[in-house]
């Protein structure tokens, strides 16, 4: 087990930089979720702390050592691929060996290590078959105990889930997360799907174009959202923003009742947005003392179960907002919009920067 | 007999069947004429009858005993392994190279192994004899196998072969601690046979059968190979046709034990490259 240090990575590929000086520390056995939009730079970054791709500038430790210079098969890691990259040609056993016998390991050793990963994965039937003969979600468990046998200090995961569907993803996140607790292992994971990322992470780093938005715990990212981008990428469905401008006091919006100017405010004004949660906006019969509300009108209704979600107009405006499951709701219908005021965010709309940090809760 | 059709309700397929089997039979007819030829003494080779009037088995007795055949057969066939041997093995190397390693200059390498398909080998046996001349491989085995040791059409074919085995599958061997050229051996090739065995079908059966060059670069009869040793049987005054039938009907032997038990990969071959041999 490690801990590992990226420190301002750069990766150049021609002359086009994807990944802009990265700092991340990631401390022993810590599960760490790289997560954001397609061409964010995550899986590069990933496939730097590999030995895959090269750094352009920069360091990366793995432990103590510095590993930029070291070939992948000296880095002490193990890597799990979205296409799961278990070799076709070789039976299940000797899949998750190879490495083992590559390192020249005793056969006795080799043999106990992949009958434990196998007991551990459920693969124990399997071991004589050929990857065609199996489903998708046991090739990404024969692929996960290939990274295991091998005992490294960083299990890196490149978007294993991303081919399996939406039962096995969900039951293999889990898989994943017990194996984690078991283990105990540092593991670094991207992902596009947020939530993998809330789910699965001690720590989430949201990035976008080659930098890091945002680095912190499950529940910071989604409760206090530094950036715009972060708010509306993390939390389904996305965070409601309504444009408006901080004036005397108040927010003010177009074709809506102005916002007594929220306490801890920051900057003086300009135009901002104000950011709602679903979660947080809830269809209310009546308009709680000192909370925003604002009415609007049903457009379309989506039942989840325990409570439903409620597409509605504000004015122009549609907002989604959560309503118990219990209340009757008709498209037409005309009803208050409730969210307590510690709920709001209020983002610079130039630098999309947050300007007011909500308590975490 | 069960037609696995009935031709009552789709006529087109009596047409279509018709047109096959003539096809077929047009195919058919040169080998067929090949081995009633072997089969003719001397004086009946020009007498054009299918069946011969007096079939007799003096020609292959004479190909074996008398002219060199034997060796000329086992000169075609070293050279023909030898060659497929070192295509397989360089025409993948490159192939795989340039498919999987991204480095300046890789698609002019490319441009320029491919542009040399466009070039016809009867432009090219003039540079080649020059230079078997000065480097002294004139009439010697290798002076008749080194243009084909690699060759573009294979890299070409190799290239995009694997173009199907994904770069995961190269990282994970990375990660797992192969040499580059491990990954190539023990990963990436296992992973393309078919490729292979085509590749290995057309290279056989092309040195097998090519002509000109080794008829240029020999001139003792004992370097020859089967096609050449067969065209010696054509002098100036006089061809003997009932031995190069004879010699080409058992030439034909090992291209048919070939096709034979190689069909499949011949068709899927063909298929997949897009090109015939």
Avoid at chain 2, 218 to 238: D, R
């Amino acid at each position: 087990m490690a801990s590992v240090t990226l420190s301002n990575i750069v990766k150049r590929f021609d002359r086009t930089e994807v990944v802009h000086g990265i700092d991340l520390a990631i401390s022993d056995g810590e599960f760490v979720v790289l997560v954001g939009p397609s061409g964010c730079g995550k899986s590069t970054t990933l496939r730097m702390v590999a030995g895959l791709e090269d750094l352009t500038s920069g360091e990366i430790r793995i432990g103590d050592r510095v590993v930029d210079r070291l070939e992948p098969k000296d880095r002490n890691i193990a890597m799990v691929f979205q296409n799961y990259a278990i070799y076709p040609h070789m039976t299940v056993h000797k899949n998750i060996a190879f490495g083992l016998r590559m390192a020249k390991l005793p056969k006795a050793e080799e043999e106990k290590r992949v009958r434990e990963a196998a007991q551990i994965l459920g693969l124990t039937d399997l071991l004589d078959r050929r990857p065609a003969q199996l489903s998708g979600g046991q090739r990404q468990r024969v692929a996960i105990g290939r990274a295991m046998v091998r005992n490294p200090a960083v299990f890196l995961f490149d978007e294993p889930l991303s081919n399996l569907d939406a039962q096995l993803r969900a039951q293999m996140r889990l898989e994943i997360k017990k194996l984690h607790q078991t283990l105990g292992t540092t593991v670094i994971y991207v992902t596009h799907d947020q939530v993998e990322a809330m789910t699965l992470a001690d720590r989430i780093v949201v990035m976008r174009d080659g930098r890091i938005e945002q680095i912190g715990t499950p529940t910071e990212v989604y409760r206090t959202p530094a950036s715009m981008f972060v708010a509306r990428f993390i939390g389904s469905p996305s965070m409601n923003m309504i444009p408006g401008r901080v004036e005397a006091g108040e927010i003010r919006f177009d074709g809506l009742p102005p916002l007594q100017r929220p306490g801890g405010l920051e900057s003086a004004g300009g135009a901002v947005f104000l950011g709602v949660r679903p979660d947080d906006l809830k269809v209310a019969a009546d308009r709680p003392a000192g909370a925003f509300a604002i009415e609007a009108r049903v457009e379309v209704i989506e039942p989840l179960g325990p409570d439903t979600l409620v597409y509605a107009l504000a004015g122009s405006r549609e907002l989604v907002a959560k309503a118990d499951s219990k209340v009757t709701l008709h498209r037409g219908d005309v009803v208050t919009l409730v969210a307590d005021s510690g709920a709001l965010h209020v983002f610079d709309a130039a630098t999309e920067q947050t300007l007011r940090r909500q308590e975490a809760r | 007999m069960r037609l696995g059709f009935d031709p009552r309700r789709d006529p087109r397929k009596i047409l279509i069947w018709t047109l096959v089997a003539l096809g077929g039979i047009v195919m058919i007819m040169p080998f067929l004429f090949m081995i009633s030829t072997s089969l003719k003494g001397r004086g009946e080779v020009y007498d054009l009858r299918l069946i011969p009037l007096a079939p007799t088995l003096e020609n292959y007795a004479y190909l074996f005993r008398e002219s060199r055949f034997l060796r000329w057969f086992l000169n075609s066939f070293a050279i023909a392994s030898i060659s497929t041997v070192s295509v397989l093995f360089f025409d993948s190397l490159a192939g795989y190279v340039l498919c999987k390693y991204k480095f300046k200059g890789r698609q002019v390498v490319f441009v320029a192994i491919l542009s040399t398909l466009m070039i016809p080998t009867e432009m090219l046996v003039i540079p080649w004899y020059v230079m078997s001349k000065n480097l002294g491989w004139l009439n010697t085995y290798w002076g008749i196998m080194f243009p084909g040791m690699i060759t573009g059409f294979g890299v070409f074919l190799m290239k995009q072969f694997f173009e199907t085995v994904p770069d995961a599958l190269i990282d994970a061997a990375r990660i797992d601690g192969l040499s580059e050229f491990r990954i190539f051996w023990e990963v990436a090739l296992p992973l393309v046979t078919p490729a292979l065995s085509a590749l290995a079908i057309f290279t056989f059966l092309g040195s097998w059968t090519a002509f000109l060059w080794p008829l240029i670069v020999t001139n003792s009869a004992s370097n020859y190979t089967v096609p050449v040793g067969l065209a010696s049987f054509s002098g100036e005054f006089s061809t003997e046709w009932n031995m190069i039938m004879t010699g080409a009907a058992v030439a034909t032997i090992p291209t048919l034990v070939v096709f034979i038990l190689l069909q499949k990969y011949i068709i899927r071959g063909v298929i997949l490259s897009g090109v015939k041999g």
